[in-house]
């Protein structure tokens, strides 16, 4: 029998993962390649789009690893771009992960090959608490000086989109540390000359969530909901007028993109972009 409602397909998840934005990335990914590829293109039109030759993480519930960008082959094949980015981020990579994206896709950027990536929420604390966090500081020689260069990319990142954008970038690897690491990948990318859209995803209505753990949580309205989050918790970081709009850094193109999505995770109707 074939597994093609939502209920079916997220018993491919461990137990506390089918529920809010995680299981909604994988249904996003899932099915055929077409019709994917047209669901990641309503995200991004019309910046760029993406097609059914492209390559994305995770693949729906065939594949559910989230691409790490200096492990992800099949999303960057140049294994010197690679390590570029693993000994930018780390100062010593065997002990520390660079960061997991919920989404990631080739795609095209102006004619040009690029990527898509996308951070996704669900509700209003799976946001707030995401940007209040820090990087993580642990104990010993390593993991502080792993602290220290991560530090030190997020300042040259903010730095260099300042000096680009003519705007005050205040990247922090201390306050609001998610958004500011996203915004230093898509800078570094740039960088090593592959253009980025990064999409803050909203996933609306996830009525699961009100009734989840200890700490029932609000699902997202609706567009303007989930924007004027997006907005209020990066105001610190750089300008709102930042948003949705494409950024030339060097030649390549940088479009930081606020969406919503509606996806059921009860019923098998498709994902609706609004």
């Known amino acids: 029998m074939m597994e093609n409602t939502p209920s079916q397909l997220l018993s491919h998840l461990q137990p506390n993962e089918r529920r809010g934005s995680k299981p909604r990335c994988h249904l996003l990914t899932h099915g055929p390649r077409e019709e994917v590829s047209g669901r990641l293109t309503s995200l991004i039109e019309p910046w760029g789009r993406v097609e059914a030759t492209d390559q994305w993480m995770p693949d729906g519930f065939t594949d559910v690893t989230e691409a790490r960008l200096d492990t992800a082959?099949?999303?960057?094949?140049?294994?010197?771009?690679?390590?570029?980015?693993?000994?930018?981020?780390?100062?010593?990579?065997?002990?520390?992960?660079?960061?997991?994206?919920?989404?990631?896709?080739?795609?095209?950027?102006?004619?040009?090959?690029?990527?898509?990536?996308?951070?996704?929420?669900?509700?209003?604390?799976?946001?707030?608490?995401?940007?209040?966090?820090?990087?993580?500081?642990?104990?010993?020689?390593?993991?502080?000086?792993?602290?220290?260069?991560?530090?030190?990319?997020?300042?040259?990142?903010?730095?260099?989109?300042?000096?680009?954008?003519?705007?005050?970038?205040?990247?922090?690897?201390?306050?609001?540390?998610?958004?500011?690491?996203?915004f230093a990948w898509c800078w570094k990318l740039t960088e090593l000359g592959i253009s980025v859209i990064l999409v803050y995803l909203g996933f609306l209505r996830a009525e699961e969530m009100r009734t989840s753990g200890t700490k029932p949580q609000t699902p997202l309205a609706n567009s303007d909901h989930w924007a004027a989050l997006v907005k209020d918790h990066s105001s610190s970081?750089?300008?709102?007028?930042?948003?949705?709009?494409?950024?030339?850094?060097?030649?390549?193109?940088?479009?930081?993109?606020?969406?919503?999505?509606?996806?059921?995770?009860?019923?098998?109707?498709?994902?609706?972009?609004?």
């Open 73 to 182: 082959d099949r999303l960057i094949p140049d294994k010197g771009v690679r390590d570029d980015l693993l000994n930018w981020w780390l100062a010593v990579p065997a002990y520390a992960n660079t960061p997991n994206w919920d989404i990631a896709s080739t795609c095209t950027i102006g004619g040009r090959k690029g990527l898509l990536l996308v951070e996704a929420k669900a509700h209003d604390m799976e946001l707030i608490m995401a940007m209040a966090g820090k990087s993580t500081e642990a104990d010993g020689d390593n993991s502080h000086r792993n602290h220290s260069q991560i530090g030190n990319c997020i300042k040259d990142a903010s730095m260099a989109l300042s000096s680009a954008t003519g705007a005050s970038w205040t990247l922090s690897r201390d306050r609001n540390y998610q958004m500011s690491n996203r």
């Open 237 to 274: 970081l750089f300008p709102i007028e930042i948003w949705n709009k494409e950024l030339k850094l060097g030649g390549q193109s940088f479009i930081p993109l606020i969406r919503t999505a509606h996806q059921p995770l009860t019923t098998d109707l498709d994902t609706e972009i609004v």
